[in-house]
Structures are given as C-alpha cells and as structure tokens.
C-alpha cells in the first residue's frame, strides 16, 4: 500500500464487458494493497473464466514501484502493456487490472488488439471510480457553547470535512485537514476563537477526497 502523502487509486471492484468485432473483452479491476493481494486477485479472475482466449493483465503497486503485465499469449505488445500504459496515463497505484477475452473467430490485427485491450482497460478504471486518497491528520476543536454559533457558521463554509461533532460539558469539532494545510487551519480556529480553543491533532488517516477539497 502506498505511504506516500496523496496518491490515485480506485475506490472498488469494478467489471465491464466491451465487444469488438465479436470477441468479448471483460475488465475486472480491483484495488490492492500489495503483490501478493494482487496475484491471489488475478488467480480469482483466471477461475471465473477459465475457458478464455486469454487473460491479460496488469498491475502497479507504489510501494517498491512494482508493476508487471502479461500478453497471455496474444502478441508480444499488444495486450499487457496497452493495459499498463492505461494505468500509468491515468497516474494510478494499487491497483490490478485484468482483462479477459473470449475470440470471436475475426482477428483484430495489431492495432485493433491495441485499442481494445486499452479500451477495456479505462472502461473497468472508470467504473471502479478513481479517487485521489489524502492524508489528513485528524485534529480536536474544543471549545465552548457560546462560541459553537461563529463556528458552524464558519466550518459550513470552510473547504475542511466536519468529521463528527461531540457535545458534553463543552463542545468537541472532530475536523480532517491535509498535512499540509495544518498550520493554516490551526491560526484560523485560534484567531476565530481568540486562542479559547483547545487544539490538538490526534492522528492521521487516508481520506478519499478531491486533492484541492481541504
């Protein structure tokens, strides 16, 4: 799984089944966290359909920078690697994409192969929704009942995630902010608050959110 900062992946499993010239082209893509996630994913695949033409696949994991790809048999270059350019045009890591063909009994020809193993490649990424996954650190806002009217008022309209809100003596704003708008968001609620509240960040978790939300 990749430690970096923000990075893209897909959110779910996702399929999709494309057609070309009578030969059925279907994409299974599924996050994954490490190689040997991805491989027990693409044994998964091959068992589902085990009479297939083939089973082209490819997958990039960030930590390490892992990445391999398979032709499965189709000519050398016009399978797995048109199935790894898809990913890394789209910048994503952790992730294994797989694509099955059953022959239509036409041949596509070199270049026909190399649009639809590409082709089938984005619809699957597309469908399995593509997210940018930030880390946030996570920060408690305690403050008290008089000021919690100001700040609502003022946390609706930020670009920060409200995590959850904790009433008991005094008035607990869980927020998640990206690392490097901390500071920012610590000086605002200090000066909203004239230094009142108390502000600690408490830990950090993956958050997946538009990069340019918070």
Known sequence: MSERAQYKTVKKYAGTVLTEKKSKFISSVYPVKDE???????????????DATHNVYAYVID?????????????????????????RKEGIVDVLVVVTRYFGGTLLGTGGLVHAYGASARSGLLAAEIITRTLCNRIYIKVGYTMTGKLNHEIAKSSYILEDTVYDDSVTYIMLCKLSNTEKLISEFTEMTCGAAQITIIDQTYVDIPSDDI
């Open 36 to 50: 040997q996630e991805a491989l027990e994913k693409l044994n998964e695949v091959k068992k589902t359909y085990p």
């Open 63 to 87: 930590k390490n920078n892992i990445f391999r790809y398979s032709d499965d048999g189709e000519p050398s270059g016009t399978a797995g690697m048109p199935v790894l350019d898809t990913i």
